[in-house]
C-alpha cells in the first residue's frame, strides 16, 4: 500500500473512535467555549480602555484558547496507543513511520478544525471581533495559524510519546516551540481587524506557513528514529 492510503486509513480509524468515545472533542469544545465566556466577561470589567487595546487584547485572547485547546489535543494524539499498550502493534504493521505521523498529523487538524469552527462564532459575539475587508484573508491567516500550531503540537506528541510525565513534557517542549508563532499570527489577525493591513497580513501568514513546512518536513525526516526509540 501506498504511504498516503495508509495514512487516509489510519486516520480514519482514529476519527471513528473520537468521534465514537467524543471524549477528546467535548473536553476541547468546553474549554474553548468556557475561554470565552470567561474573557468576555473580564472585558467588560475594563473601563478606559482604547479601541487598539481592546482589538489587541481580542486577538491576544483568540490565539490563547486557539493555543491552549489545540494542547488539549496533543495529549490524546497517541493515547489510545499509549494506555493500550499498543504502540508497538502499530509499529508492526507493515506501514512506514512517516504514515503514522502523518495520520496523527491529520487526525489532529480534523479535531481542531471542528472544536475551531463552533469556538471561531463564539468568539466573534463574545469577544466583539470585528473583521474589515475580506474575510477569506482572515479564514487563511486562521487556518495557517491554526496548521502551524497543530503541527508543532503533533511534533510535541511524538517526542513526548515515551515520556513518563507527558503533562509536564507537552508543555515545556511545546511553548517554546510556537510564542514566534503565536505573536506572529496575533499580529496578523490585528492587521486585519485594527489596522487593516492586507499586504502585512498575508506576510505574516507565509511566515506561519514555511514555519509549518520546515518542522514538519524534518520530523518526517527524523520519525523513523524518533518514534522507534
Known amino acids: 500500500m501506498s504511504i498516503i492510503s495508509d495514512t487516509l486509513n489510519m486516520m480514519k480509524k482514529d476519527l471513528v473512535l473520537e468521534f ?18 470567561i474573557f468576555s466577561s473580564l472585558f467588560k470589567l475594563i473601563e478606559d480602555v482604547t479601541l487598539e487595546a481592546q482589538y489587541t487584547i481580542s486577538t491576544a485572547a483568540m490565539w490563547f484558547i486557539i493555543t491552549f485547546t489545540i494542547m488539549l489535543g496533543v495529549n490524546s494524539v497517541f493515547s489510545r496507543e499509549t494506555q493500550k499498550n499498543s504502540l508497538y502493534s ?16 491529520l487526525y489532529l487538524l480534523v479535531i481542531v478544525g471542528v472544536v475551531e469552527f463552533f469556538a ?9 471581533i470585528s473583521i474589515q475587508g475580506s474575510m477569506a484573508v482572515f479564514i487563511l ?6 496548521v502551524d500550531l497543530t503541527v508543532a503540537g503533533c511534533i510535541v506528541s511524538l517526542l513526548t510519546v515515551y515520556a513518563k510525565s507527558k503533562t509536564l513534557a507537552v508543555p ?3 511553548f517554546p516551540l510556537i510564542i514566534p508563532s503565536i505573536i506572529i499570527a496575533a499580529d496578523a489577525t490585528k492587521n486585519l481587524t485594527f489596522y487593516y493591513d492586507p499586504m502585512a ?15 514538519a518536513v524534518l520530523t518526517l525526516l527524523l520519525v523513523e528514529d524518533l518514534i522507534s526509540e
Open 141 to 146: 491567516v486562521l487556518v495557517l495559524g491554526t
Open 20 to 37: 465514537r468515545t467524543k471524549e477528546t472533542l467535548f473536553s476541547m469544545g468546553l474549554f474553548s467555549f468556557a475561554a470565552v465566556l
Open 201 to 215: 497580513a498575508l506576510s505574516n501568514a507565509l511566515i506561519l506557513f514555511l514555519h509549518a513546512i520546515i518542522i
Open 90 to 105: 502499530l509499529l508492526s504493521l507493515p506501514v512506514k513511520p512517516q504514515a503514522i505521523f502523518l495520520s496523527k498529523l
Open 172 to 174: 515545556i517542549l511545546f
Open 120 to 128: 471561531f462564532i463564539v468568539a466573534i459575539i463574545f469577544l466583539n
